[in-house]
């Protein structure tokens, strides 16, 4: 069974203008899955509540995306743009992550993808940046937490770009174990091998730094040793920050990965956590319009069981 796919309307109203985060990403990708064989189980989501991105923001930071939104759009850093749409796309995009968990916890679904952008996970508590909002898997990793009551929930993160806001979120708390292959030096610069976490948190956070010229056959080997520690987590549940930017042809990043390994990283997540209660991913980077679908295919039949 192929896993289900959340998607709502608004994320293609988010307007960046001239940017390579581009409505076109989701409208390619939604093509290409309507095409494929198997056919294609497209839910609507929920909008997550201030509430629920209240778990992992400030309500400064909340009100203000909300308010540049209402006041007809703006950039807040050089690369991260509000339009009209915006808030109203990015609560939608969290609120697709929340709920693939709700139909994979009640067995609604085997696995499940949040189509969405804005994407989330260089977003800080306070700050919004790199083309982040809402930090959507943080946000689903503490309503698992929070309103589900889970004790451990590991957040892979396999964009090419390091997930500062992501780390930054759990880096004292010992219920959320983060795993990060990027880049680096990169941006956003964070990620180095010894952030490992502190206090509670002290050893679940996860960084492997990689050069740029590491090939697919080292990634894989890579990701799949460090998938080994994730496992000894012993995670109930695991979100995935599904970023497609280490394709080797991505526009602006870059590493030296193929369509064929999005299956491959997918496949090494669902055998790895095979005692976790589901398995939900949530789309991040990927800019290159031609191979995106097709990574993003290849990763859901990863996860197929
Ligand atoms: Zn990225």
């Known amino acids: 069974m192929r896993p289900t796919v959340f998607y709502h309307e608004s994320s293609l109203r988010h307007d960046t203008g001239s ?12 093509d290409h899955l309507h095409s494929a064989s198997g056919g294609l189980d497209l839910r609507s989501p929920r909008a997550a509540s201030p509430e629920d991105v209240g778990r992992v923001h400030t309500e400064t930071h909340i009100a203000r995306i909300r308010d540049v939104a209402h006041a007809g759009g703006g950039h807040l850093d050089a690369d991260t743009v509000v339009s009209p749409d915006s808030y109203t796309a990015a609560l939608y995009a969290a609120g697709a992550t929340l709920s693939a968990i709700d139909a994979v916890l009640a067995g609604d679904a085997p696995a499940a993808f949040a189509l969405v952008r804005p994407p989330g996970h ?3 508590a306070g700050v919004a940046m790199g083309f982040c909002l809402f930090n959507n898997v ?5 309503y698992l937490v929070e309103e589900k009551g889970l004790s451990r929930v590991a957040i892979v993160d396999w964009d090419v770009h390091h997930g500062n806001g992501t780390q930054e979120t759990f880096y004292r708390d010992g219920k959320v174990f983060y795993l990060s292959l990027h880049r680096h030096p990169f941006y956003p610069g964070t990620g180095a091998a010894d952030e490992r976490g502190a206090e509670s948190g002290a050893g679940t956070t996860l960084n492997v730094p990689l050069p740029a010229t590491t090939s697919s056959e080292e990634y894989r080997r890579i990701f799949g040793e460090a998938m080994g520690e994730v496992a000894d987590f012993r995670p109930e549940f695991v979100l995935i920050s599904a970023g497609f930017d280490a394709y080797r042809e991505d526009p ?7 369509i064929d ?15 976790a209660r589901g398995i939900v991913s949530s789309l991040e980077g990927g800019y290159n319009l031609e191979a995106l679908p097709k990574c993003v295919a290849a990763h859901l039949d990863g996860l197929d069981e």
């Open 19 to 30: 940017h390579p985060e581009t409505a076109a990403r989701v409208e390619r990708i939604l």
């Open 122 to 124: 260089h977003a800080r």
């Open 138 to 142: 943080a946000i689903g990793a503490r």
């Open 252 to 258: 602006i990043a870059g590493l030296n990965l193929d």
């Open 261 to 275: 390994d999005y299956g491959d990283l997918a496949a090494r997540v669902r055998v790895a956590c095979s005692e």
